[in-house]
C-alpha cells in the first residue's frame, strides 16, 4: 500500500524520516506486507533532500492514484487543507492529520465524510504532539463518563510561564527567549493569546462528550497580561500559574469550556509540569482523575503520533474508528459568565482600611495575600467560589482601589 | 451477545456494576446491538445481591454456552484461572482479565491460544488498574522504538513511602496504616516485597519489547529495609526514595529488568506521584519521555479497564489485536550484577578518616551526603556509575566501616 504526505514542513518530513527509520517494525505492526511513501505534495522544491525525488505539486496525482490508501495532511491552517482532506475521504482515502485547526473547525464535517465513505479520519497529533491521548479517551476510557477535561496544552506558554515562576523573568523577555529558541513565532498571538490550546480544549471536548465545541463560542484568555507580582502571589498562595484550557459537562446538558491562566496549587500532578511539557487531565466517574504527561509539540514526538495514526488505518481498512462525534446546536457551550470558580484578585489603593472594609463586605471573610516588597498600597486576595457574574458585579463596586489583576482559581 | 464474570470479587462486582451503570454507552461505543451480563463464576453465594440470580458455581455452564462470547476472568492466582481462561479461548470466546499473576506467568502461552483461535486475550487492566498503558504502549506508541520503561507500579508501597516521606513515620507504622485502610493485606509481602510489581514489570517488558519476561528471572527488592535515616539523606541529596520497576533494552539484544527502591529527584514527573497513585514513564525514540498517571488499583478504576477491553473485544469479534509478544530463551534477562548505576550508601564507622580516605581511594571524588541529628560515626554518599558487581567488591574492601544501606539512584 501507498502513502502520501501533503506539506514538507517540520512535522511533515519527520514523518517522512520515521515511516523509513522504523520500516520494518512499522509494517508489521501495520498487519500489511508492505508500506511505501509514493508522493510528498509542497509547492516548494527540496535539492538534494533525500526525499526529493517523491516531491509533487500537483495534488490530482493523489487524488487520482488509487494505490495510495492513506493521506498524511501536515500542511496546517485551513485552507486549502480543508479541501484537500475533503476531496480524499470522498475518494475512499483514510486521512491522518496533525492540523488542530482544521479538527477543531471542521472535525465534525470530516468525520462524517470518513463515516459515509467507510475510511478513517484519524488526529491524535493534533492534541498533545507525541502524547497518546485521542486513542485513550475514544478507547481506553470508553467504559468512563468523563466528566470534565483540564491540560496544559500549549507548550509556548507554559515556557514563558515556566521562566517567570523559576527565574523571575518578566513575559516580554521569557517571550522573547522562547522566540530564540524556536518556541515561538515572531507574531506569537496564537500561543500567548490562547487560541492554539483553544483549538486543543475544543476537539478533547468533543471526543469527551461527543458534540463539536467551535474555537469562537469558547471564551480564551491567554497570558499577556500576567505580572511577577501575581507569579509572587500564587506562590504565597502555595501554587504557581498556569495557562489552563479545561471543558467540563454541565448538568443542564450544556458544556462549559475555557482558556484561561489560572492558579493551580503545588501538589497537583499540573503544577510540575514545566518548559515545553504538556499534560492532559481527564476525570472520569469510574477511573478518578488520570494524567497524560509529554512533550507537546516538537518535529519526532509529533511525527510518532501522525505514523501510529498510519499503522492504524492500514490495520482498520475496512472498518472505522467509531468517534461519535456529531454537531452542536447553538447555545451548546454555556455563557462563561455562569462559571463558579474562586478568583484571585490584585488591586491598589490609596486607602487601605476603607478597601479592605469594602472587600470584606462584598466577599465576606477573605483569604489575604502577601508578598514580599510589594509597593505602597498593594493588596491581593482569594474569593470563596461566585459566579464570573456575581463578580463583575461586585468589582464594580469597590470605588476605593484599582483592580489590576483577576486570575481564576482551579481545583486540578 | 453474552458476557460472562469469572470471580465475583472486589474487581468482578465493579465489572458488573459498571455494566450496568453505562450500559447504554457501552453497547453503543461496542457497535452492538445489545451486550448482556449472562454469568458470574463463583464458589460462594451472595444472598441479597442485586446479582445473585446470575451466579453459578459449574463453569462448563460457560464454556458449553455458545452465546458467551466475551468472558472476564478477575479470579486471581494462576490456578485455576490458567486452566479456566485457556478453556475458554480454546472455545473460541475473547478473555479479557485482570490478573497480573496469570498474564506475567502465561501471558506469551494464552496469546498464542488466542492468536491460533483467532479471539482476543486483552489485559489492559492488569498493569495501573484504571491508567490506560497497555493499549498506548501497544497502539499509539507503535511508530516508536521504546527503549526504556519505568514506573511505580504498587500503590501499598508507594503510601507507605509518602507516609515515611511527608509524616516521618516509620516504615511498621506506616505499614500499620495501610493495613488498617484496606491498601495493604495482612500478609502484605507481595506488595512490600516487590513481587507485585515485578509482575507488572514483566507485562510491560513484554509489549514494549516483543519477549516475555519471567517473574522469576527479575532481579526484585522491596522496601522493608528502606529507614528514616534513608528517606532523609534523599531529601539532602534532593529527591525521594521510590519503589521503582523498570526495564531497558540492551545493545546485546538482552533486557535489564529491576525492581528496587530507588532514588528519584525532585524535578522528575515521577517524584510527585504520592500515596496510593501510580505512574508509568515510557522513554521512545522519537516521543521522549511520556508519563501516564491514575489510580493504580481500586474497585472501579480497575473494572473500568475491563469493561474498555470487553468493549474493545466486541468491536473487534472478527479480528483480533496484535501484540508480538514471544517466548524468550534463557538468559533473555541480563544478569542484573552487570547493571550500571549510581548508588547512595550509608555506613557507621569508628574511625570516620579513615573510612573517607578508603572510600576516597575506592570511589573517586565522591558526594557526600549530611542530615540533621546523624549519630555519631554515621556517613552517606552518592557514588559515579559503576556496575553492581564492581560496587559488591568495592564494597567488601570498606573494612573500616559497616554499611547500613545501598540504593541505587536513577535518572528518571
Not at 247 to 272: E, Y
Request: aromatic share 8%; glycine share 8%.
Amino acid at each position: 500500500m501507498y502513502v502520501a504526505i501533503m506539506g514538507y514542513g517540520v512535522v511533515g518530513s519527520g514523518v517522512a524520516s520515521l515511516l523509513e527509520k522504523n520500516h520494518e517494525h512499522i509494517v508489521k505492526k501495520s498487519m500489511q506486507s508492505e508500506m511505501e511513501l509514493k508522493y510528498i505534495l509542497d509547492r516548494r522544491t527540496f535539492p538534494g533532500d533525500p526525499y526529493e525525488h517523491l516531491v509533487i505539486s500537483d495534488f490530482s496525482k493523489i487524488l487520482e492514484d488509487d494505490g495510495v490508501k492513506i493521506v498524511v495532511e501536515t500542511m496546517g491552517g485551513v485552507h486549502p487543507a480543508y479541501e484537500y482532506v475533503s476531496a480524499c475521504l470522498n475518494a475512499g482515502k483514510s486521512v491522518v492529520t496533525s492540523n488542530k485547526e482544521l479538527v477543531a473547525t471542521k472535525g465534525c464535517e470530516l468525520l462524517r465524510i470518513a463515516d459515509e465513505k467507510n475510511v478513517n479520519f484519524l488526529f491524535e497529533a493534533s492534541v498533545g504532539g507525541g502524547i497518546p491521548i485521542i486513542r485513550p479517551i475514544s478507547q481506553c476510557l470508553a467504559a468512563n463518563d468523563i466528566d470534565e477535561i483540564a491540560g496544559i496544552l500549549n507548550g509556548t506558554t507554559n515556557f514563558i510561564l515556566t521562566k517567570m515562576i523559576s527565574d523571575g523573568m518578566t513575559f516580554e523577555d521569557a517571550l522573547f527567549l522562547a522566540q530564540k529558541n524556536g518556541y515561538a513565532e515572531r507574531d506569537p498571538s496564537a500561543d500567548v493569546d490562547g487560541f492554539d490550546a483553544c483549538r486543543k480544549i475544543c476537539i478533547l471536548a468533543a471526543l469527551c462528550f461527543g458534540k463539536h465545541v467551535y474555537p469562537d463560542c469558547v471564551h480564551t484568555e491567554g497570558i499577556r497580561k500576567i505580572t511577577l507580582a501575581d507569579v509572587e502571589y500564587a506562590r504565597s498562595w502555595g501554587g504557581v500559574i498556569k495557562l489552563i484550557a479545561s471543558a467540563k459537562k454541565l448538568d443542564n446538558g450544556k458544556v462549559s469550556v475555557m482558556v484561561s491562566p489560572a492558579f493551580i496549587q503545588n501538589h497537583s500532578q499540573l503544577a510540575t509540569v514545566d518548559d515545553v511539557f504538556n499534560a492532559i487531565l481527564v476525570r472520569g466517574d469510574a477511573i478518578g482523575d488520570v494524567v497524560f504527561y509529554g512533550k507537546g509539540a516538537g518535529k519526532m514526538p509529533t511525527a510518532s503520533a501522525v505514523v501510529a495514526d498510519v499503522i492504524d488505518c492500514a490495520k482498520h481498512m475496512e472498518r472505522k474508528k467509531f468517534f461519535g462525534w456529531q454537531d452542536s446546536e447553538p447555545g451548546y457551550v454555556a455563557d462563561y459568565l455562569d462559571n463558579i470558580t474562586s478568583f484571585y484578585i490584585r488591586g491598589t489603593t490609596q486607602n487601605a482600611a476603607a478597601a479592605i472594609a469594602r472587600i470584606n463586605s462584598l466577599f465576606g471573610d477573605v483569604q489575604m495575600l502577601t508578598r514580599a516588597n510589594a509597593p505602597e498600597g498593594e493588596f491581593a486576595f482569594a474569593t470563596d467560589p461566585l459566579s464570573e457574574r456575581e463578580l463583575d458585579k461586585k468589582l464594580a463596586l469597590i470605588e476605593e482601589a484599582e483592580i489590576a489583576s483577576v486570575i481564576r482559581i482551579t481545583d486540578y
